[in-house]
């Protein structure tokens, strides 16, 4: 079974500029996560999509970053401006729906903001 | 809101020496309790689910318990390979899912 897949792997932008990463989750997977982690710490929920539908992007900025799952599948999440502490890891993961199912992570994008 | 406080944020061990990493937890609703691996690099790795007080899962060398407060993750006579970051994350209504800070450990031979 393929597990989540994330691209790019890695991504320098400068201050300001705009940056996208992509997510493919595990095929069937009806919950789809887009987490930050800050080196040295643990994974912070910037958003949950249930199929397309946004269940939770409480602790999302929203005045940056944006995110779309278009068709329940795929993702994509926007970074307009960047700024430099949006330096970190984004990691983007997937569960099946229902009952207590664990996520399951793809390698994550390493963003640099200098 | 839910919290979550992984302890200790670090721990170094020599190959062989049992220990215990915790996870003391205040959520509404708890669904599962989660433990991940994590190595430099990598995206977090599954190891176990925890649903209710009193369970118990085990796995090569470590073996995951919950309370109704807390969780441990008890390493059994760990080798270097055992070097990892552990995270513990809870799950509540709506499958969200909220991480610990995790905690670091480093296993000498």
């Known amino acids: 079974e393929a597990g989540v897949a994330q691209s790019p792997r890695y991504k320098i932008i400068e201050k300001r500029q705009s940056v996208a990463f992509w997510c493919n989750p595990i095929s069937g997977h009806a919950t789809l996560y887009w987490y930050q982690q800050i080196l040295g710490q643990g994974p912070k929920l910037l958003i949950q999509f249930q199929n397309n539908g946004v269940v939770d992007d409480s602790q999302l900025p929203k005045d940056r970053f944006s995110a779309e799952r278009l068709k329940g599948v795929d993702s994509t999440l926007k970074i307009q401006p960047a700024k430099l502490e949006d330096s970190a890891v984004y990691l983007c993961?997937?569960?099946?729906?229902?009952?207590?199912?664990?996520?399951?992570f793809g390698q994550g994008t390493r963003l640099t903001v200098v | 809101e839910d919290q979550v406080t992984q302890s200790p944020e670090a721990l170094r061990l020599q190959e062989g020496e049992s220990s215990s990493l915790n996870c003391s937890y205040t959520v509404s609703g708890l669904r599962g309790l989660f433990w991940y691996r994590q190595d430099p690099g990598k995206g977090p790795e599954f190891l176990f689910t925890?649903?209710?007080a009193g369970e118990e899962k085990e796995k090569e060398r470590l073996k995951a318990t919950l309370t109704k407060k807390e969780s441990f993750l008890h390493i059994t006579a760990p080798k270097p390979e055992d070097s990892a970051t552990y995270l513990c994350a809870v799950q509540a209504a709506g499958n969200m899912l909220t991480f610990g800070g995790g905690t670091r450990l480093m296993v000498k031979p």
């Open positions: 993961a997937s569960s099946s729906y229902g009952g207590r199912a664990e996520a399951f």
């Open positions: 925890l649903y209710s």
